[in-house]
């Protein structure tokens, strides 16, 4: 089916998560409003489609030669490289619709800009992700900014971006970074490195050499650190924040909870890092157990504003799930990834 075809394109498997972090910017904000939040994730999901249909067609030349991702739609031919210009287009352009009407309907419209800056740096990773280390950092910025226009959409005005908001926009950022930098390299890295793709992870040495995965000291070094950065984020609120510094038995639950995600986490990310043979398929299933642990760390973090915010933890999860066994026939292991 031609849909289930656009879904791939689109990297349905992880859309919900992209979907979800204007939302978290919003309830960051204390919005509990559904409505607007559900217009938030189409903001979201949209913005999610047009970034990884542009990177398809950027990455088309470097791609079209690995076999291991043979079944993304550009490389298998079933979708053309017009089709996939219009697709992106027409889902940019649904997203600023969207944005315009909450923007009419809230008479806020500076959100709009922020939502400009946002698409902004996702399209210059998109150009440029392949040519220069490092580059990630843009889509970081582009996910920061995209929470951050979730945030103001309630208020109008970045002066009154409450402290909590703020650190969710550095979550998502910090743990975008980990999965562009670590997760990201580490998949990629057999195809990147023959075919002499400028990215962090092979400018850092880690290699695949006749089957053998060697990633480097320096490489662990940044997974790791990052990780803890996120941790550390994560708990702040509960240092300096009014509402998070009382102690209650929730209180207490929810730490429990928090440190066990972050060990997990930790643990994936270990397995990943601690590979000595590169399979595309084991590497895909350590990103997908990470990615559904790093992720749930902001709704149990902002469950103190309100119980019933844990319940989103279980959306990106659930979406990565039924479009991989939708479209793949797997569950962790996303064969567009």
């Not at 217009?39 to 990884?52: I, K, R």
């Not at 993304?72 to 027409?90: E, N």
């Not at 990103?287 to 992720?295: A, D, S």
Request: hydrophobic share 60%; with cysteine; proline share 3%.
């Amino acid at each position: 089916m031609i849909i289930r075809e656009y879904l791939k394109l689109a990297r349905s498997f992880n859309a919900v998560l992209t979907g979800i972090s204007p939302v978290m910017g919003a309830i960051a904000m204390q919005d509990y409003n559904l409505f607007h939040l559900f217009l938030l994730f189409l903001v979201g999901f949209l913005g999610h489609t047009y970034g990884f249909v542009l990177n398809d067609i950027v990455d088309f030349r470097i791609d079209k030669n690995c076999e291991e991702i043979s079944d993304r739609p550009l490389i298998s031919g079933t979708i053309s490289l017009r089709k996939a210009w219009v697709f992106a287009a027409v889902s940019m352009v649904a997203a600023f619709v969207v944005a315009f009407y909450i923007a009419f309907s809230t008479q806020r419209f500076f959100p709009l800009i922020v939502l400009v800056v946002s698409a902004f740096f996702i399209t210059v990773y998109d150009l440029i992700s392949k040519k220069l280390p490092g580059m990630d950092v843009f889509v970081a910025l582009g996910i920061f900014f995209l929470i951050l226009y979730g945030a103001v959409t309630v208020v109008g005005d970045l002066t009154e971006v409450t402290l909590l908001a703020w650190i969710v926009c550095l979550l998502g950022s910090i743990q975008v970074l980990f999965m562009q930098f670590i997760a990201g390299g580490m998949k990629d890295i057999e195809n990147d490195f023959k075919s002499g793709a400028k990215t962090l992870a092979v400018k850092m040495g880690v290699r695949v050499v006749n089957g053998v995965l060697r990633v480097s000291f320096g490489f662990k070094t940044l997974a790791y650190t990052l990780q803890i950065i996120d941790i550390i984020l994560v708990f702040m609120p509960f240092l300096f924040i009014p509402g998070f510094t009382i102690v209650t038995v929730l209180r207490y639950l929810q730490w429990m909870l928090l440190i066990l995600i972050a060990g997990l986490m930790m643990f994936f990310s270990h397995r990943l890092l601690g590979l000595e043979r590169f399979d595309r398929d084991v590497v895909r299933k350590y990103i997908g157990l990470h990615y559904y642990t790093n992720f749930a760390l902001v709704p149990v973090m902002l469950m103190t504003l309100n119980p019933w915010i844990i319940v989103l933890m279980v959306f990106p999860a659930l979406g990565f799930i039924l479009s991989n066994l939708i479209l793949h026939g797997t569950i962790l292991q996303p064969k567009t990834m």
